[in-house]
């Protein structure tokens, strides 16, 4: 439930998002909406306005325009207009649909692979996306959502399948998920996550998919499950949350430490030894951050299982495996996200604990931690592209840009393709560039972003680049061909295995 702090941040007749605040709102450390500040408004207000103009001269819908190429173009000069010229964008782009198509043909192959997505089981009792899917589009972050209302349906497999594969260029994705004690609130099963798996890949006829599998140190059992599963679901990698509990945190009775030689020393010996036959199986995922003074507040007791204090040690006595973190660390949620991390950015030049998570390499000699960046470029770029810039500057300074990897926690915020714009799009500004030996990010399509993007998760996860030529046309990729022409965001079309044509 949201605490009464955060119910009084909320304004209803300035609510910024159309649905109420759901009342099983369980999650609300993973998600708070923001309120609007004067930048975000001065952008929403620019950007409807330039995008009803461009629509009209082009004879489409507003949201229709938002949907093509140009429309993304048009978001991001209306972003440089209000931030300062972080996007590599121009006006005629954006009014000129020929040549903004021409740069999304040419960079529509681009090896994309998302190892950081989400969808909910059917039965799910959690209703928390659907009000942060909402926002990202009233905000105008997300265009693809625009105002269009949002369901549970939204939150599902099919819509799952369309925006990860069709809306967005995104090549492989992989399938995390989360454990809760009350298993109900469990994303998905482990189960779920492989039977997932399987259906797209069997229908695709490539790597398309993969799957991770959650383990859970502190439950009776639980490597003896970790041992069963992994013969019978063969996930890809496997993925845990130090927290314990991350949806019930007042749940959470078996949060672990990552460098707990008792615990978890005998699951990395598991993998080591499994990682013989695949080696994918070295790369261990972590969820790490999103946890708040406010949720500290609550559950101070987990603050040192949220924090990335434990990875250094483990990283260093197994220098075989691979310590993926998931959000980097990154801390901060709930309304005033961006805002506090950028106030505490700008008085100490560190973001929580994303700095943290950077300077292990250099503090314990390793090369194996790696930062993924699901939630925190979703929250960093659009809200304030300056952070945005800081959270990429600070990563790639720390682990080198070999060491950052995509994830977006798509479909939280929707179809990932705003995000992936975004990247291609973003450039650390000359002066943040000097004042913290921040490298620029260079092309859409220069090293650093095509290793960031595809290049790293590829290597980490055994993607063959014999694999990779495949996927670019296999079946799902006749299936968005189809989709593409019958006009892209045609939200009720029938495609692909989901609902099939007749
Ligand atoms: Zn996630």
């Known amino acids: 439930m949201l605490s009464p702090e955060e119910l009084e941040q909320l ?59 140009a429309g993304m173009a048009a978001a991001f000069v209306a972003m440089n207009e209000t931030y300062g010229p972080f996007y590599m964008v121009s006006r005629a782009e954006a009014a000129t649909p020929e040549m903004a198509n021409e740069r999304a043909k040419a960079l529509k192959n681009q090896f994309i692979m998302d190892m950081h997505t989400h969808f909910l089981r059917d039965d799910t009792p959690i209703k928390t996306f659907v009000a942060q899917r909402a926002t990202v589009g009233k905000l105008g972050w997300n265009l693809q959502i625009g105002e269009k209302e949002q369901t549970i349906d939204d939150l599902k497999f099919p819509n799952y399948f369309k925006e990860i ?7 492989v994705g992989c399938i995390s998920g989360s454990y809760s004690v009350d298993p109900a609130f469990s994303f998905l099963t482990n189960d779920m996550k492989y039977a997932a798996r399987e259906k797209i890949n069997k229908e695709a006829g490539t790597r398309r998919s993969f799957s991770h599998a959650i383990f859970t140190p502190g439950h009776a059992g639980w490597l003896d499950k970790v041992e069963e599963e992994q013969a019978r679901l063969k996930p890809d990698s496997w993925k845990g949350y130090t927290i314990g509990d991350n949806t019930n945190k007042h749940l959470s009775k078996w949060p672990f430490r990552l460098d707990d030689e008792k615990v978890m020393y005998p699951f990395y010996e598991k993998l080591l030894k499994w990682s013989k036959t695949n080696p994918s199986l070295k790369n261990v995922c972590i969820h790490k951050g999103l946890f708040p003074p406010q949720i500290e507040q609550k559950f101070p007791h987990l603050l040192e299982y949220s924090d990335v204090r434990d990875v250094g040690k483990a990283a260093k006595d197994w220098p075989q495996l691979n310590f993926i973190i998931y959000h980097s660390g990154w801390r901060w949620t709930g309304p005033n996200a961006p805002k506090a991390a ?53 990563l790639i300074k720390g682990l080198g840009s070999s060491n950052v990897v995509w994830g977006t926690d798509a479909v939280w915020t929707g179809a990932p393709q705003w995000q992936i714009e975004a990247l291609r799009r973003l450039e650390i500004p000359e002066d943040m560039q000097k004042k913290y030996g921040y490298r620029p990010l260079g092309a859409a399509d220069g090293p650093v972003k095509n290793a960031i993007f595809g290049g790293n998760n590829a290597r980490l996860y055994h993607v063959t680049p014999k694999q990779q030529a495949e996927i670019i046309v296999d079946r799902v990729a006749q299936i968005k061909e189809t989709y593409e022409q019958e006009g892209p965001g045609r939200t009720n079309m029938a495609y692909g295995f989901v609902a099939k044509k007749t």
């Open 165 to 171: 594969y069709l809306d967005s260029d995104t090549k």
């Open 11 to 69: 304004d209803p007749a300035e609510s910024i998002f159309p649905s109420p605040i759901p009342v099983q709102c369980v999650s609300s450390d993973e998600y708070m909406p923001p309120p609007q500040t004067e930048k975000q408004r001065e952008f929403e207000g620019r950007i409807k306005e330039y995008g009803a103009e461009l629509a009209r001269k082009q004879g489409v819908s507003r949201r229709r325009f938002f949907q093509s190429a």
């Open 342 to 394: 950028w106030e505490h950015f700008e008085k100490t030049g560190r973001i929580e604990w994303v700095t943290d998570l950077a300077e292990i390499p250099e503090k314990y000699g390793v090369k194996n931690v790696y930062g993924d960046l699901g939630q925190l470029f979703a929250w960093t770029t659009t809200a304030n592209p300056r952070l945005g810039a800081a959270v990429m500057g600070t």
